[in-house]
């Protein structure tokens, strides 16, 4: 039977021939993660179920301390330290400590966690972030993780597939996180809810890793289940550069079935700007710029944009300038490895001369946790990937979301710019 | 989730996030009681003021979008909440829910008929919903005979070492 991505991943993680959308399957997990806050619940969950003193794999598990890093409060270091002292009694080997790690979903690709074929869930919605390697890869609560963590299985059900074809060259300062803020807006915020994603075409196909890792991080915000790319020469490697394990590279039958199939133009398409207060409340940047939208603080980081390459970006235009004085710009690069890549670089530096506080890398700053807060009456334009009503402080702010360049260009003005008029060429 | 339930209908709109359920500086904490204190905060910071035991969250489409979080169920039901009516729920809340025995309930129906401060009873079996205030019957959608398998099992935690116990 013809199958889409996802269900040949799903099928093979079964051990069936075949499987079909909404089908409940039991099906093997490759890695299960959870960061502090999930991973805490899940261990009080897990030490509730008689006979689960051990996990199925400590090899197979990743625990990240990423959400309120360094330690917030006592509160926060005591979940720390429970999911610390897990990993310690179950010699789980990929634990990520504050220092050594980062964002969980800038963390695990970094490793050489994820490789195309795999089966990944995680106690964090942004797991879908993993598609981007050809992996099925979805978020679930603590409880389905404590299960995970025991069974080393999942049950799910086999979701539809929702084919998104793109095609054009993007122009001048349009990036994935357009594409995909697009793609959002088009969707909309319930518009793949228990579906797959799968996409498609030319554009992505240029796209380079860090772009398809905006891209499928987002697919959550259009509800969906997973948001999937076809593995490649430049996704293989990228994963045989930082594991030699083996991986198997499925491919989507020509004849499977999708239950929707949207064409995506892109050649025209404008840098994009996500309004207050849902993800999909998408428009392109001429229409937001009419009104002048004055800025509280200016936020870079987050899995979906925390990445070298788009801090290249932002320090490419802050180079040499002062941010504008009435806002604050945060940056938190999204992992070790990451921050110490732009220390050699010379970018922390460039962007701490242009008046940004550089964090430590971590997930506070977009949801409110820390790090960078908003308060009542606050306007943040985000490089993020919600804008709920309080998701990065006070239900008194507000959040925009776009791209590094958009929030980078938007610093220097004061207000919401597009960063196509007010430009040094060239970035 | 067999007893009958009873209450008044605190009604709320669509795409209901779990950042207003309870808002990420709350999670760090991982006692019941006190994520119950702080549950629709960022919605209605005045909910679990005016709420009583067994009150009714009713809502549009999409309930619990985004984070995973899974408190955000816990806190409702530690307000006291003991069910929450919806069009329908975003994937993770809705498996989330189920999982920690948070009663949810699926019935267009039902949230374009009912208004604030109608009291309600639901008897979770049948998913039979009636308006004591407006003397209206509705119908929740049944769940999904895995679904309805694994919690006449007990739920999840039951299947796990159900499943643990076969592999010894």
Known sequence: MAMTLTEKILARHAALDAVEPGQIINAKVDLVLANELSAAVAIGVMRQMKGADRVFDADRIALVEDHFVPARDAQSAKIAKIMKDFAVEQKIKHFFDVGRGGIEHVVLPEEGLIAPGELIVGGDSHTCTYGAFGAFATGMGSTDIAAAFVLGEVWLKVPATIKLIYSGKPGEMVFAKDIMLKTVGTLGIDGATYRAIEYHGSTVDELSITGRITMANMAIEAGAKNGIFHADAKTIAYVTERTDRDFVVEKADPDARYEQVIEIDIGSLEPQVACPHTPDNVHPISEVTRDEILLDQVFIGSCTNGYIEDLRVVAKIFDGKKIDPRLRVIVNPGSQKVWMQAAEEGILKTLAAAGCAVNTPGCGACFGGHMGTLGDGERCLSTTNRNYVGRMGSPKAEVYLASPATCAVSALTGRITDPRVAVPVGV | ?168
């Open chain 2, 1 to 168: 989730m067999r007893a009958t339930l009873r209450g008044r209908v605190h009604k709320y709109g669509k795409n209901i996030d779990t950042d207003v359920i309870i808002p990420g500086k709350y999670c760090n904490i991982i006692d019941p009681a006190e994520l119950g204190k702080h549950a629709m905060e960022g919605l209605d910071p005045e909910y679990t003021s005016k709420m009583k035991a067994g009150d009714v969250i009713v809502a549009e489409t999409n309930f619990g979008c985004g984070s995973s979080r899974e408190v955000a169920p816990l806190a409702i039901r530690a307000s006291g909440t003991s069910a929450v009516i919806a069009k329908s729920f975003a994937r993770i809340f809705y498996r989330n829910a189920l999982n920690i025995g948070l009663p949810i309930f699926e019935s267009a129906e039902a949230v374009d008929a009912v208004e604030s401060g109608d009291e309600l009873e639901i008897e979770p079996a049948g998913g039979v919903i009636r308006n004591l205030t407006k003397n209206q019957t509705y119908t929740a959608a049944a769940f999904p005979p895995f679904m309805q398998a694994l919690i006449d099992a007990g739920g999840l935690q039951s299947y796990v070492e159900k499943r643990l116990a076969e592999r010894v």
